[in-house]
C-alpha cells in the first residue's frame, strides 16, 4: 500500500509561475523526501524535511510539512520548462531504521513556454 | 563517477524465461533497493540490502529473488516471467537518508 499519495495528479502551468503540490501519508514519519523523475530517466532527490522541522529552502523550491495533519507540500517558484516532470514524496517511516521510503503515485508537471 | 547504473536498459521476455536484472553503484554505499514503478502507482519495494550479505523482502517480492554478490552489486531475477511483472525496474542506493537512482530497466513480458 502506499504511503503518500500526491494532490494533483497533474498540473499544467505557465513558465514564470509558481507550482504547488501536495502529499499527505498515513504513518509517523521519520522525514519526508520529495523526488524529481524527468520522462524515462531515474528519479533525482530534492529535498529532505524531517519530522521536527515545518519549512526549507532549496534554491527555488520551498517544502512545508505539517505532522500533525500528515501532510507536506512543495512549491516551485518561477517555473521553467526544465521543471517539467514528475515529482514525488517519499516517506521513511519513523520504525524503520534502514531508510526504507514509501512513494506516493506522483504529480505531473507541465511547464509552457 | 557513474552512480548507479542498471544493465539492460529494454528487455522483451515471453511467459516463463527466466532474466536477471543488473545494478552496481560506486558510491560505497551500504544500502540497496529494487523498485518496480507501474503506470498512475508510484515506486514499489521489491527487495532491499540494508547490507553487504543480507537482503530482506520488501512490499511486493513474489516471483522475484534477489543477491547481494557483494557490496557494490545487487542483482534482481525473475525466475519464471509473468506479464503482471512488465514494468520499469529501478535500482537504488543509499548510504543514509538520500537514495540515488539508475535509470531503470523497462520489462515487457509477453
Known amino acids: 500500500s502506499q504511503q503518500g499519495e500526491e494532490d494533483p495528479q497533474a498540473l499544467s502551468i505557465q513558465e514564470g509561475e509558481n507550482a504547488t503540490m501536495n502529499c499527505s501519508y498515513k504513518?509517523?514519519?521519520?522525514?519526508l523526501q520529495w523526488y524529481r523523475q524527468n520522462s524515462g530517466r531515474g528519479l533525482v532527490h530534492l529535498i529532505l524535511?524531517?519530522?521536527?522541522?515545518r519549512e526549507k529552502h532549496s534554491g527555488r523550491l520551498r517544502v512545508t510539512l505539517d505532522t500533525s495533519k500528515k501532510s507536506s507540500s512543495l512549491l516551485i517558484t518561477a517555473s521553467r520548462a526544465a521543471d517539467t516532470a514528475s515529482y514525488f514524496c517519499?516517506?521513511?517511516?519513523?520504525?524503520?531504521?534502514?531508510?526504507?521510503?514509501?512513494f506516493g503515485a506522483g504529480t505531473q508537471v507541465v511547464v509552457t513556454p | 563517477n557513474a552512480g548507479v547504473t542498471q544493465t539492460p536498459k529494454f528487455q522483451v521476455l515471453k511467459t516463463g524465461q527466466s532474466m536477471t536484472l543488473q545494478c552496481a553503484q560506486d558510491?560505497?554505499?551500504?544500502?540497496m533497493y529494487w523498485y518496480r514503478q507501474d503506470p498512475g502507482m508510484g515506486l514499489r519495494l521489491i527487495y532491499y540490502?540494508?547490507?553487504?550479505?543480507?537482503?530482506d523482502k520488501g512490499e511486493v517480492p513474489n516471483g522475484y529473488n534477489v543477491s547481494r554478490l557483494n557490496k557494490r552489486e545487487f542483482s534482481l531475477r525473475l525466475e519464471s516471467a509473468a506479464p503482471s511483472q512488465t514494468s520499469v525496474y529501478f535500482c537504488?542506493?543509499?548510504?543514509?537518508?538520500?537514495?540515488?537512482f539508475g535509470p531503470g530497466t523497462r520489462l515487457t513480458v509477453l
Open positions: 504513518t509517523s514519519i521519520n522525514n
Open positions: 517519499a516517506t521513511a517511516a519513523f520504525y524503520d531504521s534502514w531508510g526504507k521510503l514509501q
Open positions: 540490502s540494508a547490507s553487504e550479505g543480507t537482503t
Open positions: 524535511i524531517r519530522s521536527n522541522e
Open positions: 558510491m560505497n554505499h551500504n544500502s
Open positions: 537504488a542506493s543509499s548510504e543514509s537518508d538520500t537514495q540515488y
